[in-house]
């Protein structure tokens, strides 16, 4: 880089080799938008963090990795998988509860309490692309944490199973799992966003997203008690994200002898409703918020 | 470079923010001073397109901050007035993230990350985590991540505050240097008058969302030229003998202020003063301070410390 010493005069420090221009490119709107979700995806996991912010994300990550861990070995022994592939958002429900909890409010509630969005306002990218630029992240985050044990799994028995039809079928088990890890992470990443989003105080987000996803699925069970029957279970599990995915997995996936009776296309509306609501909240919420 | 055209702003229909501001100014550094309220920041967003004016439009770099804000903000750079840093990150990551989001690639983005720091006077600390820094270091973060993609304007709002004297004296030396020696127009916003008018080039003053005054600094300094005189004795037939001849003669305890209207007017005093044989102790000339061209429009403006 080439030196100039226009500001030597008036600085008088000898190594002060002056101000330079910046000449060169300035790679725009879209070029943020990426950044902002790279760097949102590593503050998802911590990194670039002290160890303090590691602590949760990779503790729900480990376990749920214990899962795959298990699944390998004991189909090793008995030739069957104790926890399937669409079953680990179901099994590991409280650990990815957890990641979301932790890591939502890592992503907004420390941006607007330390009222950082005045310095990404003013720089090109609009407020839209903040926000969904954070959501990606967070759906990143819980896509990669559901998906790291389903490949292992896959990997194993890749290596285990007998017979290319055996693998193939494992394949597309294995590909079903990552649509529905998919679908997890879009649906839960944008209830506890926009819950993060209301909230300045980090740790408040993390307790008012884990209260709402446990409170909305205990009121659910006490509704389904309460009309009793099936019909009463599906109502009630009309109302936390976590319950309303299982029932839409059972319908999606036909998964056999389940007590869904006709409830899965409402499923699927709940689902849907659920998650454009609160993007739609968010985006206005970030339309709405003063800088 | 930046043209207001009867800029209005109200606040929910009822708070008006800036009442039918028209103003234009050149490069340079432009000192945007007025009460807390008086409508600043107010400005500075409406110049950033991160508020709608209610009425009237703004152009920064003949762009309509409105709608072309994303062209205008790619050239600005702007340091806001409350506290706007993450305390668990370190200034290089957190400058080298701000620059990325200004469109520099990765490691250009980390360069001048480093270089930005450097000039700001943060170099040796650039490792250590914000959380630990003193206002006067989070100051310079602020003006750092303003800086680092080397924009065409700085907006800078009260980057003085919470600082200590000696703070604020080295916030505003390194904010000419940026003016002068790095050749990037900055205005900055500030209640005190004082502090601005020592380093801008220009003056733009607002009370309640209107215009007081705006003009070149030097306009404002030269017409208004003062002459104190004092004398050991005879202060009083000194001053009836100038009001006779015409001159408006001030009394401010031993010193007599006499406005500078003509290179004449110090000739005149001299003789005056050689006629009545009085012991001569200074006349010298006193560059009005801006203050007091605002203070005769209104109180507040001088010395509103809150």
């Known amino acids: 880089m080439p030196t100039s010493d226009r500001g030597r005069g008036a600085a008088g420090v000898i190594h002060d080799i002056g101000y330079q221009r910046y000449t060169g490119v300035r790679l725009g709107r879209d070029y943020a938008v990426r950044s902002l979700y790279v760097h949102g995806v590593r503050t998802v996991f911590g990194l670039g963090r002290g160890p303090k912010a590691k602590i949760f994300p990779w503790f729900s990550a480990s376990v749920l990795m214990l899962f795959a861990v298990i699944d390998v070995a004991v189909r090793a022994k008995t030739g069957t998988l104790p926890i399937s592939y669409l079953n680990i958002s179901r099994d590991g429900v409280l650990l990815v509860l957890l990641f979301l909890a932790t890591a939502a409010p890592e992503l907004v509630s420390r941006d607007l309490r330390n009222k950082t969005l005045p310095l990404y306002f003013s720089r090109p990218l609009e ?13 990143t985050g819980v896509f990669l944490v559901l998906a790291a044990p389903m490949f292992v799994v896959f990997l194993g028995g890749a290596f285990s199973l007998n017979g290319a039809h055996a693998v193939w079928r494992e394949f597309t088990d294995f590909l079903g799992g990552l649509v529905w890890a998919a679908v997890v992470a879009v649906v839960e990443s944008a209830v506890a966003l926009l819950i993060a989003s209301l909230l300045r105080r980090a740790a408040v987000a993390t307790a008012v997203i884990a209260g709402y996803f446990l409170l909305t ?39 056999p002898f389940t007590d869904i009776g006709g409830f899965g296309p409402a499923y699927l509306t709940v689902t849907v409703l659920m998650t454009a609501v609160a993007v739609a909240l968010l985006l206005v919420r970030y339309r709405r918020v003063s800088v | 470079m930046i043209e207001a055209q009867s800029l209005t702003m109200r606040y929910g229909g009822r708070v008006t923010a800036l009442d039918n501001l028209t103003v234009a100014v050149e490069p340079g550094v432009i000192g945007l001073v007025g009460a807390n309220g008086a409508g600043k920041s107010t400005l500075i967003k409406l110049m950033l397109g991160l508020l709608t004016p209610t009425s009237g439009t703004v152009r920064v770099f003949e762009l309509d901050a409105t709608t072309e804000g994303e062209a205008v903000r790619a050239r600005v750079g702007y340091m806001p007035e409350s506290d706007a840093l993450p305390p668990d990150l370190s200034a290089a990551e957190f400058v080298t993230h701000m620059a990325r989001m200004s469109g520099l690639p990765r490691t250009v983005a980390r360069e001048r990350a480093s270089e930005t720091l450097r000039h700001v006077g943060l170099y040796e600390e650039r490792y250590r985590q914000i959380g630990g820094y003193s206002t006067g270091m989070k100051q310079r973060v602020k003006l750092a991540q303003s800086l680092v993609h080397d924009p065409d304007l700085l907006l800078l709002d009260e980057p003085t505050n919470g600082l200590d004297p000696a703070g604020r004296d080295a916030m505003l030396t390194l904010i000419a240097r940026i003016g002068e020696e790095f050749g990037i127009a900055v205005v900055v916003c500030s209640h005190l008058l004082g502090e601005v008018e020592r380093i801008c080039d220009t003056l733009v003053a607002i009370d309640a969302g209107r215009l007081l005054r705006a003009d070149r600094i030097d306009a404002m300094t030269t017409q208004q030229g003062v002459l104190a005189v004092e004398v050991d004795e005879g202060t009083d037939i000194l001053a009836a003998r100038l009001a006779d001849i015409g001159l408006r003669v001030a009394r401010e305890d031993r010193l007599l202020l006499v406005p500078l209207e003509s290179d004449r007017t110090y000739d005149t005093i001299m003789q005056v003063v050689a006629d009545l044989e009085l012991p001569l102790h200074r006349l010298d000339e006193r560059r009005h301070r801006v203050a007091e061209l605002f203070a005769q429009r209104t109180g507040e403006v001088a010395h509103a410390d809150k």
Request: proline letters at 4%.
């Open chain 1, 217 to 255: 699925t205990g009121v659910g069970q006490a509704i389904g008690a309460i009309i009793g029957s099936d019909t009463g279970k599906n109502i009630g599990n009309m109302l936390s994200p976590p319950d309303v995915l299982e029932g839409l997995k059972k319908w999606a996936y036909r998964i």
């Open chain 1, 127 to 139: 407020r839209t692309d903040y926000i969904l630029a954070k959501y990606a992240a967070l759906v």
